[in-house]
């Protein structure tokens, strides 16, 4: 009875995984057409003959795109940086100290998970452009990071709690402060937290598209994801362009989800059930 279950659960992955990969195929497979065999009935599966022209075209040959990709690698990887640099000592200050209104502030993190980024993006663009920090980095990595952090506290605070408060306090003893405690005892605990974070806050910042779209009006600061949906217009589309350039788009996302999965899957479980 428990083999037959597992064989069961074991087809029904198999199939939810097809239908969610049937897409990221199709994708490919048009990039490697010729713009005729796209609409070819009926479909063919396969590109014959497969052709790079639209990833040597649009993509390497195409200023813009490369110039939306620098974009994106810049700001997520800012971002990433920003939002472990104060969620470690946030979540850690909340997992260790006794602060008042400890609970409240986490239920505010956890609300703010829950607001779309279209419900700030105008007061965000409003504030930004009196402080002139419209079209610069600066403005879309403070936008991608008011997104990240809250989550980032959530998935980090569990882990310190796991630290002893004995191992603290005999840190303290022999001499460390706050923050030395913090960075040799604390912080090596948090690391598959502090893997997960990175990942999530750069793959958040890197397809990121309202901020993008709206605190950006120049085409040299557009990150990648604005400059993907200007491929689209009224004057007529050419697919297999679009999927080059989206294909391109996907693949720090394929990739880190296949290197780090065990560190993003296993960190945000433990993140949801320790303390």
Not at 234 to 255: E, H, K, Q, Y
């Amino acid at each position: 009875m428990k083999g037959a279950r597992a064989w069961l659960s074991t087809v029904l992955g198999v199939v939810v995984a097809g239908a969610y990969l049937i897409p990221v195929y199709w994708m490919v497979v048009t990039s490697l057409k010729e713009p005729g065999d796209i609409f070819a009935t009926p479909p063919r599966l396969l590109p014959a003959p497969a052709t790079l022209g639209a990833y040597t075209g649009s993509v390497l040959g195409s200023p813009g795109v490369l110039r939306g990709l620098a974009n994106s690698t810049i700001i997520g990887l800012a971002t990433t940086l920003v939002t472990l640099a104060l969620a470690l000592p946030a979540a850690y200050g909340l997992a260790r100290f006794r602060i008042r209104f400890a609970n409240a502030v986490l239920l505010l993190f956890l609300v703010a998970q829950m607001i779309p980024a279209i419900n700030v993006a105008l007061p965000m663009f409003v504030i930004f452009s009196r402080l002139d920090m419209v079209n610069t980095y600066a403005g879309l990595v403070l936008a991608n990071c008011s997104l990240a952090l809250p989550l980032a506290v959530t998935v980090l605070r569990p882990y310190f709690l796991t630290v002893p408060g004995e191992v603290v306090e005999a840190a303290r003893v022999d001499g460390c402060g706050h923050w030395s405690a913090f960075w040799r005892v604390a912080l090596p605990v948090s690391v598959p937290g502090m893997v997960t974070v990175a990942v999530v806050s750069f793959l958040g910042a890197w397809g990121e598209f309202v901020f993008a779209l709206s605190l950006t009006t120049r085409e040299e600061m557009q990150p990648v994801s604005v400059v993907l949906a200007g491929l689209t217009n009224a004057f007529g589309t050419r697919w297999n362009d679009v999927m080059a350039v989206s294909a391109v788009v996907a693949l720090p996302i394929f990739l880190a989800f296949l290197f780090l999965q065990r560190f993003v899957v296993g960190g945000l479980t433990a993140g949801a059930t320790k303390g």
